[in-house]
């Protein structure tokens, strides 16, 4: 068995030496769905060095020998590539026990065939020595089952590949290249072995170069495998992991281009076409100049962010987390999205409830002292004057002069009390807006004659300017009522004696105004604000007369209830002038 080496046997027993070696480590290191493309190599590696002593070989006994372990490695190269991209794909092949013991019977008896092959000649029908260019080879003429392993092995590595790329045909930048890998490792060889099957090219008649593709793909496959771990992480697993995530994610190379997001990144942006690999992250986040700015930061950083969407305005919680490599060079950004929305919108919420819990019970407090000093105040002293009266210490004649003063306290009395009772409804158990249409000038009319004393008193002429005859408004009659008293009680409380309170209506729109407006004192802009704000405040009238603040509290607050709203201009020294706007009647 004398072996006559030459440079195109020593190449294929050195690099299958090499593929071997590598499909050995890949083997003991990898998880068990990348051990079928160790298997892969392994077969490649047997055809490749037994191929190569095939080719140094000179007398036929040694040949054939060579050729039937070379098929151990060719027979089954196609099925174990096969397995490979099934269990590459994460297809459960527990499902398909049965498809599995099928697609390895072509292979086992193509194997069987060929060490038998002098009993029945399927796979070889003949065979001779020859000697070209100094290489010694064997020309065969082939059976029908090497044509029916052909066509099997054809069709395994494009099935394997067919379905990697249909699988793998959207894949993110993060496997493209080992899905390019994968292609060129089953595809490359395959070309090659079409060339020689159809007699296209063959280097001395008598070459098949397949084992050469087969081993240089694996040689490129296994050096990236153990470099670089391609196939560390599947990408089914990390598919399904990122897509799990529920929060938004984009994941930026170097020059802040997406290469992978998760479908979840969709919710915080309106124009999801935009989304997209390849994309700049500057043209996505062009609105967002507070983002650009740390888009490239090299420490981890966050950003609290409003994303204004076509339908909904979104707020989102931004992570931004760079990617180092083991020398600390930056590769990369990861931006995770948080949908904070609903969180933001409760924490206001409980902000704005506890300010208004906070003034209730501030406006609680001093209520209760009204009730004990306001209303206690003039009460008892009735009480005191009718038992004065009664023990003779105060005459009869000196009682009746201090009855109009009396009547005043006890019609401020009043109002305050109608005023608590409407508070205390409102805030203890809420109160029913009964709406109804009703004639708002009769409503002004009633009121300016209700309090004709108190202007008369001052000498101050109440003008109702409203030139129809009837102007309907929709609303709770009740609550308009004393809307009205309380405007106009207030415009006289803060007017001089001899000038003139103005009542007018106007329509606008689906709104009628209803302005009252006075010739007093006005409102300063620490007054108007708090106002504004629901807030309660006290200020003596012209003629020192007492308020409460809560009047124009409930005034506020009824409006409000009855969908309509309050505006007060005011000038100090000139006048206010409080419009309310109530809903017409059309």
Known sequence: MDLIFNPFSITLIFSGFLVGCLSLIIAFKMEDGTKWVAITMICGAIWGVFYGLELSATDLETILIYIQIEYFGISFLGASWLIFALKYTEIDLNKYKVGVFFIFVIPTLTFIFVITNEFHHLHYISYKLVSVGGIVGLKTEVGPWYKVHVIYSYIVFLLGNFIIWKLFRFSDQLFRTQTRLIFIAGLFPILFNALYQFGIYRPFEIIDLTPYAFLFSYLVLGVAIIRYQLFSIKPIAKNIIFEAITKGVLVLDRKQKIVDFNHAIFVFFSNQKSISIGTNAELIFEPYPDLLTILDSTEKRVLEIRLDQQVNSRIAFVEIIPLK??????????????????????????????????????????????????????????????????????????????????????????????????????????????????????????????????????????????????????????????????????????????SETEISAERQSDFTRISIKDSGSGISEENLKKINDGKSFTTKGQNNENGTGLGLILVREYIKKNSGKLQVESTLGVGSKFSIYLLSDI
Request: hydrophobic residues 40%.
């Open 325 to 498: 490599d083991k020398g600390g060079i930056q590769k990369g950004t990861i931006l995770l999205f948080e949908d904070i929305t609903e969180d933001v919108n409760t924490k206001n919420l409980l902000i704005t409830q506890k300010t208004e819990l906070e003034q209730l019970n501030d406006l609680k407090d001093k209520y209760f002292s009204i009730i004990s000093h306001d209303l206690k105040g003039p009460i008892f002293g009735v009480k005191e004057l009718i038992n004065l009266t009664q023990t003779g210490l105060i005459s009869n004649e000196e009682f009746i002069e201090l009855l109009p003063e009396v009547s005043k306290n006890m019609e401020n009395v009043s109002q305050l009390l109608e005023n608590l009772l409407a508070w205390t409804s409102s805030q203890l158990r809420g109160e029913q807006v009964i709406l109804e249409t009703f004639d708002i000038k009769k409503v002004i009319t009633q009121q300016k004659q209700v309090l004709s004393r108190i202007a008369a008193e001052k000498n101050i002429n109440i003008n109702i300017d409203i030139a129809e005859a009837e102007f309907r408004v929709v609303g709770d009659k009740n609550m308009v009522d004393l809307i009205i008293r309380n405007l106009i009680n207030n415009a006289l409380k803060f007017s001089p004696p001899f």
